[in-house]
């Protein structure tokens, strides 16, 4: 399985998504975690 890291995920988080879609897995991280919802549904 491929791997990505996504710093600033607040900005690249359709990046984020796209990469998981294709099923990589994705470390992303953000200053306002607390902030994002939908990263913890996927």
Avoid: Q
């Amino acid at each position: 399985m491929k791997t990505i890291l996504i710093t600033g995920a607040s900005i690249g988080k359709e990046t984020a998504k796209l990469f998981h879609a294709k099923g990589w897995n994705v470390i992303a991280t953000m200053r306002n975690p607390e902030n994002e919802a939908e990263f913890g549904e996927l």
